[in-house]
């Protein structure tokens, strides 16, 4: 992965050190940035216009203000809205107060995978591998059931019942070819469909929403 | 961020108030003083005058001026009219014997009136103190022949517009371009001259008439309540302090001296005036300030002698005893006086507050108000009364009104914050308990539920119940941004409605309802919604519709295998839609969640909006409220 950017943001020097350490570790030829607070993030990304984003929630407006889980959320709302294929990895000890965003989440195109503080280290460099590869990722308790959007059960219904491929798919949707990749993301996501080594994806999510009736 | 809003509302609210409250009642100062600058309140201000000289407290009878009224019994003793110059010869020879200061003769003698003309003319040449009359304005009437120069005034007196005498001529150019000195000035000045008081030009006015201190104030075209007075400029006149009182003067009959009957000390070093009071020969002025002494006397009607006699006393009192003599501001003051009152007025709204206040102060105001103004004028200043008290009553009657308008309008708000406070407080119970509630019942009901069950429900029902208060006290009191969905889950009303909406699913989703459970997927669609116009009341009614919809696929949806919730935009109307596919209610029965309805009805009344709720077929339940921002009551 030669020439990938990265932006770490975190509001203790402490755990951005780490995080730095490791993500170098594993992509020595990565370019990494950091900030403090979302203001100097804010610039930060702009100004980079970087691959992968890794993103703590609680943090302060200007370096030296209070951490509020608010202020992180602000943030990932700027960034969602202005950076709509930016690679996001969320850290954070509460993926609760991330529902709100829900709704911007599933319209985002670029990859999306939060990453819980406690989770191992092999763990955390999964979820970053997977938002570098645009996967989207949110955990269990921040959904509310089988939640999913009428397009993504078009995607569904058009490749599995009439056999489809993403091209006509995209034509019979008229949508972009990439945004109805990006609508499979998101529907693999809410039925747990993950990057699994010696797995196709595509068929697990076959299996998963026969499972659930999604299609018939 | 917050103190830069508040005083800004501050200023706001402050403006506000001077927008719907000074300003009028600057507009109504402005008013009245372009009122009285054009003259429009002229005759109110002359008649104010009036009536408040007529107020004055009495004074006493004037011991240095006795007036010899010939009525109309004298006439019918004579027998003749004009009272021949015998007659007058003999009144004035008697009168001497009795040595009076100054006689003044207040009846034209220019023509000969036989018999006994010679022993008048005799008299006219040799008697010093004997003061005679003319007039000099059209038509003119010639002095008596044989009386020196020296020894003749001008008896013109000129009458206001409206018909009643205030002013008092003192001095004028006659038609030889001569400048005479009326009777009053003519007797006075004898009666004073002799105590050492002469006739001088005025000290603070060079143009004035003045007896040693006492300077008889000169009246200019806008003195006092007068707009555009006409009047040569080369006139002098003043205002006429009437004497107050029903006695101002000894008055006695032309009979009553030639018979003797009249003492001596009532003449002696007194002005005496001789005067016709007889109503046939008419010699009468208007005025309501004082009434006549004369026998049968009419209402508001003075005879000229009377008049001559309050001229010559108010000049004699002045000089002798500082009597005030009548005398106005300069006219700056007086605007400022009137401004003065105006803003008092408008200040009386403006800290006063409430409507009994206001009147209160008002007549509090009003009172003391006329109270200085006759304490002044008894003082000799007269002050502009009238486009005060005019300002005072227009002003306070305004802001009362305004007030009683407040009131009513409070009273209504008042009464819509308790049917606020009522809404939120059953919408918490509503949403709340009475949920868990209904669904209990309808599990003891069909008696499949242990009573450990039971017992658990009934506890999360105790919390719920006793969670109310709060929920209720952090929305209504406090102001607070937040939808309240339990209690520890607040949404904060502040951000976009399609995440707090998104929110409110979310939860309410996880809640403990029956057919939620069969539920295998949800189809949603949360996209940014037009709020403009929604206010936090709006946004949080919204989001209590959503989990009451949802609520109702969770009580009544039988079977639901899947749930559609849109929030979005589509076609210009900003969409709520919830649709399952259970079985659903008995649209034949009576909805349960009446209260439920009854929110969603005056959404769509505030929103100006659609609501429906309906069956879908094959089976299922579509609730669906949708409104256009631009059709929004702005106040509801």
């Not at chain 1, 294929?85 to 939060?114: C, D, M, Y």
Request: some cysteine; proline content about 6%; charged content about 25%.
């Amino acid at each position: 992965m030669a020439g990938l950017k990265i932006v770490v943001v975190d509001d203790h020097e402490l755990v951005l050190d780490s995080t730095v350490t490791v993500l170098q570790r594993q992509y020595p030829d990565a370019k990494i940035s950091t900030a403090q607070a979302t203001a100097t993030a804010l610039t930060l990304i702009e100004q980079t216009q970087p691959d992968l984003v890794v993103v703590d929630l609680a943090l302060p407006e200007q370096s030296g203000q209070v951490s509020r889980t608010e202020t992180g959320l602000q943030l990932l709302r700027t960034l969602l809205q202005r950076f709509p294929t930016l690679n996001i990895v969320v850290q954070s000890a509460n993926a609760k107060s991330l529902v709100r965003l829900k709704p911007s989440i599933n319209t985002h195109e670029g990859g999306f995978t939060i990453a819980e503080k406690s989770l191992p280290l092999k763990e955390m460099l999964t979820k970053v591998d997977w938002a570098i590869q645009g996967v989207v990722y949110t955990p269990r308790e921040m959904r509310t059931g089988l939640e999913i959007k009428p397009e993504w059960l078009e995607v569904l219904r058009l490749a599995f019942q009439e056999g489809l491929q993403d091209k006509a798919i995209a034509e019979r949707m008229r949508v972009a070819e990439r945004t109805v990749r990006h609508y499979w993301t998101q529907v693999q996501d809410a039925l747990g469909v993950y990057p699994d080594a010696g797995k196709n994806n595509r068929i697990q999510t076959e299996i998963r929403a026969r499972e659930e009736g999604l299609i018939d | 961020m917050r103190t830069g809003q508040g005083i800004w509302a501050v200023l706001q609210r402050e403006l506000q108030l001077w927008r719907s409250g000074a300003l009028p009642g600057l507009a109504v100062i402005g008013l009245v003083v372009a009122l009285r600058l054009v003259g429009g309140l002229q005759m109110l201000e002359w008649f104010a005058l009036d009536y408040l000289l007529r107020l004055r407290p009495p004074e006493p009878t004037d011991e240095h001026i006795l007036i010899v009224g010939i009525d109309e019994d004298d006439i019918q003793a004579v027998g003749q009219y004009p009272i021949p110059d015998g007659e007058l010869a003999d009144l004035i020879q008697t009168l001497n014997q009795s040595e009076p200061a100054v006689i003044g003769l207040d009846i034209f003698r220019d023509l000969p009136q036989e018999p006994g003309h010679q022993q008048l003319a005799d008299l006219f040449r040799t008697t010093p103190n004997l003061i005679g009359i003319e007039r000099i304005f059209p038509r003119t009437i010639a002095p008596p022949p044989a009386l020196p120069t020296e020894q003749v005034g001008f008896a013109d007196l000129q009458s206001d517009p409206d018909g009643k005498l205030r002013r008092n001529l003192l001095g004028a150019y006659d038609a030889q371009e001569e400048f005479s000195f009326s009777l009053a000035i003519r007797v006075a000045g004898k009666f004073l001259g002799d105590r050492n008081l002469p006739l001088e030009s005025g000290l603070r006015d060079p143009y004035a008439l003045r007896f040693g201190k006492a300077e008889l104030p000169r009246i200019q075209p806008n003195t006092g309540g007068y707009r555009n007075l006409e009047k040569p400029t080369d006139e002098v006149d003043t205002f006429i302090n009437y004497r107050s009182g029903g006695h101002p003067f000894e008055m006695v009959s032309l009979r009553a001296v030639l018979a003797g009957e009249v003492p001596d000390e009532l003449v002696r070093d007194r002005i005496v005036l001789i005067g016709v009071v007889a109503p046939s020969v008419k010699d009468i002025i208007n005025t309501v300030a004082v009434s006549s002494t004369a026998p049968n006397p009419a209402p508001g009607i003075v005879y000229g002698v009377e008049v001559q006699a309050h001229a010559i006393s108010q000049i004699v009192q002045a000089a002798l005893y500082q009597r005030p003599l009548l005398n106005s501001w300069g006219e700056s003051w007086e605007y400022l006086w009137i401004a003065a009152w105006g803003i008092l007025g408008i200040s009386l709204g403006r800290f006063l507050g409430t409507p009994w206040r206001v009147v209160a102060g008002l007549s509090v105001s009003c009172a003391v108000f006329l109270g200085l103004s006759y304490w002044l004028l008894v003082m000799g200043w007269w002050v502009p009364l009238v486009p005060p008290l005019m300002i005072l009553l227009v002003n306070g009657a305004g802001i009362t009104t305004a007030l009683f308008y407040r009131y009513q309008q409070d009273l209504k708000q008042q009464l819509r914050d308790r049917q606020y406070v009522i809404d939120h407080t059953f919408n918490a119970i509503h949403n709340g308990p009475l949920q868990t509630l209904s669904l209990l019942l309808r599990k003891t009901h069909s008696g499949d539920l242990e009573l450990p069950q039971i017992e658990a429900r009934l506890k999360d029902l105790n919390q719920e119940l006793r969670a109310v208060y709060e929920l209720v006290r952090q929305e209504v009191l406090t102001r607070d941004e937040n939808l309240h969905l339990a209690e520890d889950q607040a949404i904060a009303l502040s951000e976009s409605l399609d995440e707090v909406l998104y929110e409110v699913y979310s939860y309410t989703l996880k809640r403990e309802f029956d057919y939620f459970k069969t539920l295998k997927f949800s189809v949603t669609t949360f996209e940014p919604l037009d709020t403009t116009g929604l206010t936090l009341e709006h946004k949080r009614n919204l989001g209590r519709f959503l989990e009451e919809s949802l609520c109702n696929v969770g009580k009544y949806a039988a079977g639901a295998t899947r749930l559609d919730v849109t929030c979005k935009q589509e076609e210009g109307w900003n969409v709520i839609r919830v649709m399952d596919n259970g079985k659903g209610f008995d649209p034949t029965q009576p909805t349960t969640g009446g209260r439920g309805t009854q929110l969603a009805k005056n959404l769509e009344q505030q929103l100006g909006g659609q609501f429906r709720r309906e069956f879908v077929k094959p089976k299922g339940t579509l609730c669906e409220l949708k409104w256009k921002a631009a059709k929004i009551k702005s106040h509801s």
